[in-house]
């Protein structure tokens, strides 16, 4: 149908809207949007709303109620649900741009929001056996030759980097904007200003405490000539300055480029974007659950998750008895 011809129908009206979305969108969604306003028609249809009346007619809500009761009754999945009620809500707003119906919008995404199901959330997934030859690779960094003083200093900050994010749960920016100072090397801690401008106490793992020595060890004739007090450097420095004697922190896109090219050498480069900085951080979570039996308070205040339901959505990734339990039931006879 040209786009300047005013449709007649619903019917009309539908095919108008879906043929503007299949110009805008992927042929994927086109097609979902026509399976949901093919239900809506339907719908329609039982409540004495054919196809041939007047688009004039859907203004009424109880229309859009009775459409949502439908995809109640289908059992259909959250998304799909919520995928089909994009389809009618947007031609509803195509309705209401082409005045060819008075609609109440609040009212219609209302309806939407009280009567379809709610998307689960997803459980966080990474791949564990991938995060542990990440792991292994940038501990052997320490031993892999360089070509000079530079590429030592980079290979020592990336081990103590990806250790540091593993073995403490910090985030990426956290990790990043580490100070000298905010390090008590007697008690493997320290106390930084994290997520909701809360104070927070970080623990360090002894092979942690031992990359951060060695590395800012390598880096102290750098830090002495800086002309600062040790205290106010960064843990994590730049070592791309061309030989300048400034030192100065990396950004969080930095850290994110280390654990990228880290990853690329030690697994391809299939592998880049499915380990990212925040994954160590789903490592750390789990790991803790599974040292200490599903310890789920421990693993909170060690996250520093202000809510334990965040932590509980680890709780089935470090259930190693059941997979042992589940294996025993099903798979002794083989």
């Keep these: 149908m040209p786009a300047f011809v005013q449709p007649q129908t619903i019917a009309e009206a539908v095919e108008d809207f879906l043929h503007q979305k299949a110009l805008s969108r992927n042929a994927k969604t086109a097609k979902a949007y026509r399976h949901g306003l093919d239900h809506f028609l339907k719908v329609l249809d039982l409540h004495e709303m054919p196809g041939t009346a007047s688009p004039a007619g859907l203004g009424e809500m109880m229309l859009v109620l009775r459409f949502a009761e439908h995809l109640q009754a289908l059992a259909l999945s959250a998304s799909t649900q919520k995928l089909y009620a994009s389809a009618v809500s947007g031609f509803y707003k195509y309705l209401a741009a082409r005045s060819l119906a008075q609609v109440n919008l609040q009212a219609l995404e209302e309806i939407f929001r009280q009567h379809l199901k709610r998307p689960g959330k997803r459980l966080p997934q990474f791949p564990k056996d991938d995060i542990e030859k990440v792991l292994?690779?940038?501990?052997?960094?320490?031993?892999?030759?360089?070509?000079?003083?530079?590429?030592?200093l980079i290979h020592l900050r990336d081990r103590a980097f990806i250790l540091t994010l593993a073995d403490t749960g910090l985030r990426v920016h956290e990790a990043c904007g580490l100070k000298r100072g905010d390090v008590d090397w007697n008690e493997a801690r320290a106390i930084l200003i994290g997520k909701g401008d809360k104070q927070a106490v970080i623990r360090f793992s002894k092979r942690v405490i031992g990359a951060l020595r060695d590395y800012l060890g390598a880096r102290g004739m750098l830090d002495g000539s800086s002309g600062k007090r040790l205290s106010n450097l960064p843990i994590f420095a730049r070592h791309d300055d061309g030989g300048e004697k400034k030192v100065k922190g990396i950004s969080t896109e930095t850290g994110r480029n280390i654990v990228k090219d880290r990853v690329r050498q030690a697994l391809g480069e299939e592998a880049v974007g499915s380990i990212t900085p925040h994954s160590f951080r789903h490592?750390?979570?789990?790991?803790?659950?599974?040292?200490?039996?599903?310890?789920?308070?421990?693993?909170?205040?060690?996250?520093?998750?202000?809510?334990?339901?965040?932590?509980?959505?680890?709780?089935?990734?470090?259930?190693?008895?059941?997979?042992?339990?589940?294996?025993?039931?099903?798979?002794?006879?083989?």
């Design 136 to 152: 292994a690779y940038a501990e052997e960094l320490v031993r892999t030759p360089t070509e000079d003083e530079r590429d030592r």
């Design 283 to 334: 490592y750390f979570v789990t790991t803790v659950l599974q040292a200490t039996g599903g310890n789920i308070h421990l693993a909170q205040k060690l996250a520093r998750h202000s809510n334990i339901n965040v932590t509980e959505r680890y709780a089935h990734l470090s259930d190693d008895e059941l997979d042992r339990g589940y294996a025993e039931i099903f798979d002794e006879t083989e």
